[in-house]
């Protein structure tokens, strides 16, 4: 489903991160883990095509994506990825309901009641983002990234706002989703909590030392 090759990347004139090659089939869980600054944030947007690497190459259902031009890239991510993102962007005009069915590729309004219900959102829809707390922004956030039933869920730092009991049923409803849609899911954090519910682990730090 999720294969990289000998990805690197480099900002401005500084040396390449030499990321670690990465399979992700459909329906398993992937937990890329790290300190904060160790590159974690730039793999998941190189696995978006929010950047473009500097060298290798990535394969989503054998799409090589990293030869596919920037108005290709936009397109196939807003029909297959779903992208939880580290700090949740909104329509700030727009109440959290129009936010999560506004997307063209959103599958329907009772998903997105279920899954409302699900992280405990449904009764904020009505609300608008800025009166939002910043954990209902995340879960808000969440329910957004899985509206288009992706084939690759990519969460960056998705449970580092929220208390344990709401932690589990944000992992939950990722996990859920993935075995649902057959979806590969790879989550980006430095939260210990999730290592135990996720046992396919790579610790970035470790990996990109010994690239």
Not at 10 to 39: F, H, N, R, T
Not at 68 to 73: D, T
Not at 163 to 171: E, F
Not at 199 to 209: E, M, Q, R, S
Request: overall charge positive.
């Amino acid at each position: 489903m999720v294969k990289t090759y000998d990805l690197k990347y480099a900002y401005s004139k500084s040396e390449p991160i030499v990321l670690p090659d990465i399979q992700v089939k459909a329906g398993e869980a992937l937990l890329i883990y790290g300190e904060s600054g160790c590159g974690k944030t730039t793999f998941l947007h190189l696995l978006a095509g929010l950047r473009r690497p500097t060298g290798g190459q990535i394969f989503i259902e054998d799409n090589n994506t990293t030869n596919m031009s920037f108005s290709q890239i936009d397109r196939y991510r807003g029909q297959n990825i779903g992208i939880v993102y580290q700090q949740p962007y909104f329509i700030e005009s727009l109440s959290i309901w129009d936010n999560l069915v506004l997307s063209p590729f959103a599958t329907s309004k009772k998903k997105a009641r279920a899954i409302s219900k699900r992280l405990h959102i449904d009764d904020l829809l009505t609300r608008y983002p800025n009166q939002l707390s910043t954990g209902q922004q995340q879960r808000a956030g969440i329910a957004r990234a899985v509206m288009n039933s992706p084939k690759l869920i990519l969460a960056d730092e998705p449970t580092s706002n929220l208390d344990n009991k709401n932690c589990t049923h944000v992992i939950n409803l990722l996990l859920e989703e993935s075995r649902n849609n057959n979806a590969a899911l790879i989550i980006v954090t430095h939260d210990d909590r999730l290592r135990s519910e996720i046992g396919n682990c790579i610790d970035l730090k470790t990996a990109v030392n010994k690239a």
